[in-house]
């Protein structure tokens, strides 16, 4: 009897182990994306139609852990003016909810794509849809979580690594695309040169956290998506919920607003699950460059323990989660909230971003100021 009885449990096992792996292939699909929504009369164009710009698609093939069964195809866009040899690669990671669009955003995108100012200022730029978004492969959104998401990362650099002769490759994230940044430069030191984090401190805001409880949908049955996605562990933000979350209105475009409610993109269950785990002091055993920009009015990480409306408070704050070694330095930007792209100082902001990574990184030639701890 014990016998069987170990039998039965072995193949009910066995039998819920093949289930479940059918489960999730049936669940590994493909791009599922949108077409791009407009304003009438805006001016809506990617870096692709920029004058002097070169952008070539590229698809990585990357596995979410080493021993997976699947592959997933990451999609992003390679741009870059006057040649790639010898220069510095910017690698974009956007945050929950927001794909490429975020770093190379179509509205008005001499004023708002990242994408486009880093290029006038010399870069070549990788920005690319994460995992379970825009053009790349969606998973089973339960499998996404902070750490193989940095694990899907170092293998795109791996890749333009192995294709390109760039000088120094820059991680910029944004949100939890920054945590993605950290968790990456933590685990594959010698895969990275710098890193800057944006929309990202050592805080989480209980506000924000109660806001997102109450602000998304499940993207499989409201929303764009509802139809086209099956996943259910898919979420989506629901309709006019960003403007009072992510931006400062007095110093925001309210088009800008419109455009991003009409082109939300989803957020996996893992990632929610996993979004606060690099909030802690893991941070301190960074061994690269550093940087920080953050909006003082930022409701995602600002607010509880530390008000970031306190430049001096969230300064030291911030720089006691690095050590020495990561040569740290925080910018608190005046009048903006959590999407620094995205508010009338954007182009302000680029620049700040910039000036760091020349002086510390370089760029086509020796940063004139490189972090020595």
């Known amino acids: 009897m014990a016998r069987r009885s170990r039998k039965f449990y072995f193949f009910t096992s066995l039998l819920a182990l093949v289930v479940f792996y059918a489960i999730t292939a049936a669940l590994k699909t493909g791009p599922v994306s949108l077409p791009l929504q407009s304003i ?56 929950a909810g927001y794909n490429s669009l975020y770093w190379d955003f179509a509205f008005e995108p001499d004023t708002y794509s990242f994408t486009r100012a880093a290029l006038r200022r010399g870069y070549v730029v990788f920005n690319f849809d994460r995992p379970g978004m825009g053009r790349s492969d969606r998973p089973f959104g339960i499998s996404l979580g902070v750490d193989n998401q940095a694990g899907v990362l170092a293998q795109i650099i791996e890749q333009l690594r192995s294709e390109y002769s760039f000088a120094s490759v820059v991680t910029v994230g944004h949100s939890f695309g920054s945590t993605i940044s950290l968790a990456h430069a933590l685990t594959y030191p010698d895969n990275v040169d710098g890193l800057v984090l944006t929309g990202f401190v050592h805080n989480s805001n209980p506000g924000f956290n109660l806001a997102m409880r109450d602000g998304v949908d499940l993207a499989a049955f409201k ?24 931006y400062t209105r007095e110093n925001t475009d309210p088009q800008v607003i419109e455009f991003d409610s009409l082109n939300p993109e989803t957020t996996t269950i893992g990632e929610v699950i996993t979004m606060s785990k690099y909030f802690k002091e893991q941070s301190k055993a960074l061994t690269l460059p550093a940087f920080t920009l953050i909006g003082e009015d930022d409701f995602v990480v600002c607010g509880g323990a530390v008000e970031c409306t306190d430049h001096q408070a969230i300064t030291e704050w911030e720089r006691a989660y690095f050590p020495p070694a990561a040569c740290h330095e925080i910018v608190v930007l005046d009048d903006t909230n959590h999407n ?34």
């Open 223 to 246: 929303g764009p998506f509802a139809g086209s996605l099956l996943d259910p562990t898919y979420v989506i933000s629901k309709p006019n919920s960003r403007g009072d979350i992510f």
């Open 40 to 95: 009438e009369g805006a001016n809506i164009a990617r870096a692709a139609a920029m004058p002097g710009a070169n952008c070539e698609e590229l698809s990585v093939a990357t596995k979410l852990t080493e021993d997976a069964w699947f592959s997933h195809d990451i999609v992003g866009d390679l741009c870059w003016t006057d040649g790639l040899e010898g220069k510095t690669v910017i690698v974009t990671v956007s945050g």
């Open 340 to 373: 620094a792209n995205l508010h009338r100082n954007a182009p302000d902001n680029y620049r700040i971003i910039f000036d760091w990574v020349d002086r510390r990184i370089g760029n086509g030639s020796p940063a004139s100021d490189a972090c020595r701890s």
